[in-house]
């Protein structure tokens, strides 16, 4: 896997974030941890992108992610982050505003887990790893093999089934921060996002 952790995170642009725990270390112990860093990747990350899929694993996570217009970036900031100064409300703030989000992410999470488990330290890699998403075709098959990933590890011998995946919850009708209506329009229909699923992909370059 190749270290894309210096690629700038961009307004309107599709990417696959990826991280794991510091030397590849548990830091999903139970369903209540998962809920968690799920929760907060609602309240903090959606806000500032558009999410598409994601998997959680045991030492690590999958998520497919479309950053806000250069617009709502600029909106979010003046209403949320009020003590940016002028100078930094330019091109180059709009840059970090998904990974100071992502961060305060990490930062909340880590904290509750180490408190939870009475360690301390750094938890998960940082800065995170990233790749952009640059063709139609390649952000279907990112979203396929995101929820392949627990079946690819052996975790489970059918993904379909696999409780913290975004999966099941597009083909559902349950209220949800991910952007469904998008996802399966990028497979036409749910009948074809279930049949483009049929084949595993395990080749998927980073």
């Known amino acids: 896997m190749n270290d894309n ?9 599709y990417y696959h974030i990826f991280n794991r725990g510091i030397n590849g270390d ?5 369903d209540h941890n998962k809920n968690f860093f799920l929760q907060k990747i609602t ?4 806000p500032v992108c558009d999410l ?5 694993l045991s030492n690590h996570f999958h998520l497919l992610i479309k950053v806000k217009s250069e617009k709502e970036l600029n909106l979010f900031a003046k209403t949320q ?12 703030s709009l840059q970090n505003i998904f990974s100071k989000q992502f961060s305060r992410v990490f930062n909340s999470y880590s904290q509750a887990f180490n408190k939870e488990n009475n360690r301390h ?29 627990p079946q690819l590890h052996s975790i489970t011998d ?13 083909l559902s009708n349950k209220p949800t921060s991910i952007a469904r209506n998008e996802v399966i329009e990028l497979f036409d ?3 074809n996002f279930i049949i483009c699923h049929q084949k595993i992909k395990d080749e998927m370059i980073f």
């Open 5 to 13: 952790r210096i690629t700038i995170i961009e307004p309107d642009k």
């Open 26 to 30: 548990v830091i999903f112990k139970s």
């Open 43 to 46: 309240q903090l990350l959606v």
């Open 52 to 56: 598409y899929s994601y998997c959680l």
């Open 81 to 92: 982050l009020n003590n940016i100064t002028k100078a930094e409300k330019g091109l180059h």
């Open 121 to 149: 330290g750094a938890l998960i890699e940082s800065p995170f790893r990233r790749k952009e998403i640059i063709s139609e075709e390649y952000l279907r098959n990112n979203i396929i093999y995101i929820h392949q990933n």
């Open 158 to 170: 059918n993904f379909r089934q696999f409780k913290y995946s975004s999966y099941q919850t597009i």
């Open 189 to 191: 229909n749910a009948e």
